[in-house]
């Protein structure tokens, strides 16, 4: 059973740097692409940013790139979201996302199957 499980969320100051853990269980990770995605209130689900689990492609999207970095650690079969100067309108709750053998590219939702429950991210003005 494939499960992916988010934790490290919480409430941060703007400035302030946040790290996002997923761990996951019951698939070959270095087969996958694993994602960060995030729902605001009243708003659409959408991807934050990509990775590759083998050769580390990365895609992400134009409101975090250069303040995000994502990272895989295959060793422990965890994907991290590092989250730096933060800002209000990064608040949301945020998934972590997997599927097999697909481009990281867009980061587009619709593309992933297999999702984790969600770990709020609240940032203070």
């Known amino acids: 059973e494939v499960q992916l499980v988010e934790s490290g969320g919480g409430l941060v100051q703007a400035g302030g740097s946040l790290r996002l853990s997923c761990a996951s269980s019951?698939?070959?990770?270095?087969?996958?692409?694993i994602g960060w995605f995030r729902q605001a209130p009243g708003k659409e689900r959408e991807g934050v940013a990509c990775?590759?689990?083998?050769?580390?492609?990365?895609y992400y999207s134009v409101s975090v790139e250069g303040r995000f970095t994502i990272s895989s650690d295959n060793a422990k079969n965890t994907v991290y979201l590092q989250m730096s100067s933060l800002k209000p309108e990064d608040t949301a709750v945020y998934y972590c996302?997997?599927?097999?053998?697909?481009?990281?590219?867009?980061?587009?939702?619709?593309?992933?199957?297999?999702w984790g429950q969600g770990t709020q991210v609240t940032v203070s003005s």
């Open positions: 019951g698939f070959t990770f270095d087969d996958y692409a």
């Open positions: 990775i590759s689990v083998t050769g580390g492609l990365t």
């Open positions: 996302a997997a599927e097999r053998d697909i481009s990281v590219y867009g980061c587009y939702k619709f593309k992933y199957t297999y």
